[in-house]
């Protein structure tokens, strides 16, 4: 055995890249028993019934492969969302696989990414395993664009791909609108808006695809209701979109998840209405937060509230809340910007009433 798992190690060691090996697999915090408030799901639950499932399953053959293409989920993505049809909309295992495919399809090709910081991880982790060279470029201190400093890096490289999340994700601020359409004109490359948020702002950046040739938007089912079914998509110019779709996976979308969002969205009035409920919410959350003593709350435009402690206490803040049954996710660390950190996802009233009265007692 012992002479196996030597092999093991050193065949690992041959065959499995050096950066590869370096890494740490993606941490997921163990939420078990406590109020999630870390991962910006939605707080409620289905909103039809049992006869749904019936349907669902029913519906699904599964011993068959999934539609390839998963055009009926795409019909109904294009109605709840109004997608013109002059766009193409390539459905992904959530956005993630979205930014996936994107980077896959110009690593190697001269094209680094670039990301304003501090912003959704998953740009750089799916840079790095994709080797292409990423430049994180610092927000300014309200967490705005730096524009000279983003147009700066485009001289690094031939061409760029740009990740502009609005509302950014951990922060919860949307882009001066001036500063985003600076970006996509001088950009020599491509710039995906990431609309993750859209349904807690009134900000879109649909209208712009029509005046930039260089953009697209992704969006994504996880932030409304649906995170359980993986279900992300790409949104434009079928001229960019049709060459990303030739690196996805056939049957990228499993079947359940095709015929649950189908039936889902049948309840959109419902799951729209229930972001309408989560926005309120953060409105009387920011405001009790903003009577703490904490050293800044940051108004938010989309579903959770970024927070900064006292210095040196986010960690011990962090702690406390999960001791005493509340989750939320710790930032410290995670950039020079978010120094003393917490970022606050916004649930039911009951958990964020739980949430503040933990929170007094601990600041
Ligand atoms: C949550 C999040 C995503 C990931 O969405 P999935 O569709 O669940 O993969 C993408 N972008 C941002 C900015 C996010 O915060």
Not at 186 to 204: K, M, Q, S
């Amino acid at each position: 055995m012992t002479e196996f798992k030597d092999d093991a190690d050193s065949l690992v060691k041959l065959l499995i890249r050096d950066d590869v090996r370096a890494m740490s697999a993606y941490h997921v915090q163990d939420a078990a028993g406590l109020i999630k408030l870390d991962a910006m799901e939605n707080p409620y639950p289905w909103p039809g019934d049992l006869s749904d499932w019936q349907q669902i399953l029913g519906g699904v053959q599964v011993n068959r492969y999934p539609d390839s293409r998963a055009d009926q989920l795409v019909e109904r993505v294009r109605e709840v969302m109004d997608i013109p049809a002059r766009y193409q909309v390539l459905p992904g295992n959530g956005s993630d696989e979205i930014i996936q495919l994107l980077i896959q399809a110009v690593a190697g090709n001269s094209v680094q990414v670039v990301v304003p910081e501090p912003s959704f991880v998953m740009y750089r982790v799916l840079a790095d395993i994709n080797r292409v060279p990423f430049q994180g470029v610092p927000l300014l201190p309200d967490f705005q664009l730096d524009v000279p400093a983003v147009l700066e890096t485009f001289k690094a490289q031939q061409s760029s791909l740009v990740f502009l999340a609005c509302p950014n994700n951990p922060t919860g601020i949307c882009y001066s609108e001036a500063d985003m359409r600076q970006i996509i004109e001088a950009c020599p490359g491509l710039v995906v808006v990431d609309e993750a948020y859209i349904a807690f702002t009134e900000r879109d950046a649909l209208p712009l695809l029509d005046e930039y040739p260089n953009l697209l938007v992704m969006r994504t089912l996880s932030k409304v209701g649906l995170a359980g079914l993986r279900i992300g998509m790409l949104i434009g110019d079928p001229r960019w979109v049709r060459e990303i779709d030739k690196l996805r996976l056939p049957y990228n979308v499993n079947a359940l998840s095709q015929r649950a969002v189908e039936v889902a969205l049948r309840h959109y009035q419902q799951l729209d209405g229930q972001a309408r409920q989560v926005r309120q919410d953060r409105e009387l959350l920011l405001r009790e937060l903003q009577s703490l003593p904490l050293d800044q709350v940051w108004p938010s435009q989309a579903n959770f509230i970024l927070v900064r402690t006292d210095a040196g206490r986010a960690g011990e803040v962090f702690d406390g809340l999960r001791a005493r049954g509340v989750l939320i996710k710790c930032l410290d660390g995670a950039h020079p910007l978010l120094r003393d950190c917490l970022r606050i996802t916004v649930g039911s009233p009951d958990e964020n009433a739980s949430l503040l009265q933990n929170l007094r007692a601990l600041l």
